[in-house]
């Protein structure tokens, strides 16, 4: 999985690495059971204070007995998040009439900002100074630790984050905006074994299968959703988790839609995976094989009657060439649905992704093979956004193959060199005001033992380093003093 330096970003993972381990009791349990994952590993008492003291709350685990979410209908996606949000501040009890007004213009802000149009950043970030501080609204106080620009430690931040889910929770705002909160607290706090932890899970949870209840919700608020928490973690266990009460609340009601059918193809995707473990193939017993099949099998007629409802959706497209994937039946096949959905999305960086996989020398291809696609995705007058990265990403999947994943051997290749470079110079030529990635850059150039580039890199920092991504602040200390030395030595 290739990561950006602030925001991670999900790519061909949940497909090709399965977590295996959870195992369900023989007797079916009322309440689903969350799948372990790793804890937060922080040890502030105050995240721990915050995760207990909410323990209690009460759950209603059965969707027929909590109240029926209803919005009000609208014209469009945008009228509907806008007058949900108006009503969900109203019904909850935190108007002022010395604020009103300008928590009005951050909610027109933020949905035109989270659902039409990420570049008008300037003026989300003008409507959120312009709220005075007393306001209290549970969505404001998500808004304004979700969109803040200055940097805070992981545990500030997570904290902030468990705090407006609860707020949010408290609150009678509409369950779409509950769970968006709730994924980004479960996200920080890193989704913990502890009950408290999975009391954060059940929430979020919840919220979904409520947005999911909401027939008048538009049909891509509640699919988008869906789709983050299904592919939210690895493994069978959570898909199981996830799905046990949603599909039926999905079929019920969305069950007419493209939507439903794309999701159900997704689904069986991640069942099939399950099935199959994520082991070499000579692990695998016959019964994980015939799953496997199964679930694929099932998976392609879902999505082929996705396709049939809709032959405009690149996302069907994209899914079909993971049912290939683990299909093989062959290449062209591969290539027909590659070349669909980039003819669709010419920024799909998922797809060109995904295309580079199936052609590495693990799979049905060469690194001759991947290399001359990787190449093509960096030189393409016809594809953006992070497509060129894909080259880059190659590199990284190659040397995990030949396990030479820190090894100078395969870094230190010219060759190797000269595509990292390509890949990140034709990126941020389409892309010049991603700074975040200029981190990505930067350690890419310092594993290529291209110390001077690491050096320029770092300078371009303009939204502060994440000593995170570098393994912590001793960690990249230790890669600038490493790399003015070396650049030292080599000046004449």
Not at 21 to 38: M, R, S, V
Not at 236 to 257: C, F, M, S
Not at 377 to 383: N, V
């Amino acid at each position: 999985m290739r990561r950006k330096a602030r925001l991670s970003r999900s790519s061909l993972y949940c497909i090709c690495v399965v977590a295996a381990a959870w195992i369900h009791p023989g007797c079916k349990p009322k309440e689903a059971t969350i799948p372990p994952n790793q804890p937060h590993d922080s040890s502030n008492v105050t995240i721990q204070t915050e995760l207990q003291r909410a323990v209690d709350l009460p759950l209603v685990h059965d969707p027929s007995q909590r109240p029926l979410p209803v919005s009000r209908p609208a014209a469009d996606a945008r009228r509907w998040a806008l007058q949900a949000l108006e009503d969900g501040y109203r019904k909850s009890g935190r108007t002022n009439l010395l604020w009103d007004a300008t928590v009005q213009q951050a909610f027109a802000a933020y949905v035109d900002y989270s659902r039409l149009n990420t570049t008008n950043w300037p003026a989300l970030k003008a409507a959120l100074a312009r709220i005075p501080d007393e306001c209290d609204d549970a969505m404001i106080q998500y808004m304004r630790v979700r969109y803040r620009e200055q940097s805070e430690s992981k545990d500030a931040t997570t904290l902030e984050f468990l705090r407006a889910q609860e707020a949010l929770q408290r609150s009678e705002h509409h369950p779409a905006f509950t769970f968006m909160a709730g994924l980004r607290a479960v996200q920080s706090l890193g989704a913990g074994q502890s009950n408290a932890g999975a009391n954060r899970i059940t929430w979020t949870t919840i919220c979904l299968q409520d947005l999911a209840r909401d027939t008048n919700a538009p049909v891509d608020e509640v699919f988008n959703a869906a789709n983050q928490w299904v592919e939210f973690r690895r493994g069978k266990a959570w898909t199981d988790y996830v799905t046990r009460d949603l599909l039926p609340i999905l079929e019920q009601g969305w069950g007419h839609t493209e939507r439903w059918f794309r999701f159900r193809g997704r689904t069986e995707i991640r069942f099939a995976w399950g099935e199959r473990g994520g082991g070499y193939a000579n692990t695998v017993p016959e019964a994980g094989w015939e799953g496997f099949r199964q679930h694929l099998e099932q998976a392609e007629g879902f999505l082929a009657k996705a396709w049939q409802m809709n032959t405009n959706a690149a996302e069907t497209a994209y899914l079909i060439m993971r049912v290939e994937l683990g299909q093989g039946r062959s290449r062209p096949r591969m290539e027909t649905w590659f070349n669909r959905a980039m003819s669709l999305n010419t920024n799909f960086y998922d797809a060109a992704s995904l295309m580079s996989f199936y052609l590495e020398p693990r799979w049905y291809g060469s690194e001759a093979a991947a290399l001359k696609f990787a190449r093509s995705c960096a030189t393409s007058p016809q594809w953006g956004g992070q497509v060129p990265l894909v080259l880059a990403d190659l590199h990284r999947s190659l040397a995990r193959y030949y396990s030479l994943s820190n090894s100078p051997a395969y870094w230190h290749r010219p060759a190797v060199w000269r595509d990292v470079q390509a890949s990140y110079e034709r990126f941020f030529a389409l892309n010049p005001e991603a700074v975040n990635w200029r981190h990505n850059y930067a350690k890419d150039a310092y594993d290529c033992g291209q110390y001077a580039e690491f050096l320029q890199q770092a300078k371009r920092f303009t939204a502060g380093t994440n000593h995170t991504f570098f393994g912590g602040t001793e960690k990249f200390l230790e890669m600038l003093e490493r790399a003015s030395a070396a650049t030292a030595r080599a000046s004449p």
